[in-house]
């Protein structure tokens, strides 16, 4: 497993802008396919977006495409999901996952991946 640290969190106000960091150590960090999810009071977990492990190929949840970007940095061990035009429904924890096996990025269960950050609190006012 690989250990994941999320940051970048906080209170911004509707149509405003944040980028989420994930940072991640203890494994080959080029082997792992990552993900975010998220998870808003009263629902379940829900897929964000997902980075292949080449970082060749991404997947967005119809819900934030063209307004959500995830990239990663392999020098920082780093994955990165920039929102921009942020709407109050995409107020929640956001949690950052990892899945080994070099896979690619469009696995979006929960149960797929292997390890989990902590999560970091995104709150949109409006």
């Known amino acids: 497993q690989v250990q994941l640290v999320e940051s970048g969190g906080g209170l911004v106000q509707a149509g405003g802008s944040l980028r989420l960091a994930c940072a991640a150590s203890?494994?080959?960090?080029?082997?792992?396919?990552m993900a975010w999810f998220r998870q808003a009071p009263g629902k379940e977990r829900e897929f964000v977006a997902g980075?292949?492990?080449?970082?060749?190929?991404?997947y967005y949840a119809d819900s934030v495409k063209g307004r959500f970007t995830m990239s990663r940095d392999y020098a920082k061990n780093t994955v990165y999901l920039q929102m921009n035009s942020l709407k109050t429904e995409d107020t929640a924890v956001y949690y950052c996952?990892?899945?080994?096996?070099?896979?690619?990025?469009?696995?979006?269960?929960?149960?797929?991946?292997?390890?989990w950050g902590q999560g970091t609190q995104v709150t949109v006012s409006s």
């Open positions: 996952a990892a899945r080994g096996e070099r896979s690619n990025p469009y696995y979006t269960s929960i149960s797929s991946y292997d390890s």
């Open positions: 203890g494994r080959t960090f080029i082997n792992y396919a």
């Open positions: 980075i292949a492990w080449s970082g060749r190929f991404t």
